[in-house]
């Protein structure tokens, strides 16, 4: 059961990057993902998070508006496109795989996490 985070990288402030997530091992069908962040000495935080079937999202204030997660079951993957990307977004992303009715913003309601990817805005 793993999880892989990918398309992070270097933008400039007010450009764009979309991350992915793909599960192998097994299934995102049945499960709420969750977008985190984490720079150096925080706890990680809540990002966005998705319902089973894409019919719930849910965002952070500070990235709503900005921020679009999705998800394509058929690829076992899940999305965070992030536009209009802002110094303060620079962070380490990870996504997380959880069950729940709710879209939780505890990273501890997540079971299953993969390594993360490094986002870095500058110019």
């Known amino acids: 059961v793993q999880l892989q985070a990918s398309g992070g990288g270097l933008v400039q402030p007010g450009g764009s990057l979309r991350l992915a997530c793909v599960a192998s091992?097994?299934?995102?069908?049945?499960?709420?993902i969750g977008w985190f962040r984490q720079v150096p000495g925080k706890e990680r935080e809540f990002v966005a998070a998705?319902?089973?079937?894409?019919?719930?999202?849910y965002y952070a204030d500070s990235v709503k508006g900005r921020f679009t997660i999705s998800r394509d079951n058929a690829k076992n993957t899940v999305y965070l496109q992030m536009n209009t990307l802002k110094a303060e977004d620079m962070a380490i992303y990870y996504c997380?795989?959880?069950?729940?009715?709710?879209?939780?913003?505890?990273?501890?309601?997540?079971?299953?996490w993969g390594q993360g990817t490094l986002v870095t805005v500058s110019s």
């Open positions: 997380g795989a959880g069950y729940g009715s709710l879209l939780y913003t505890s990273m501890y309601r997540y079971d299953y």
């Open positions: 091992g097994f299934t995102l069908d049945f499960y709420n």
């Open positions: 998705i319902s089973p079937s894409a019919g719930a999202t």
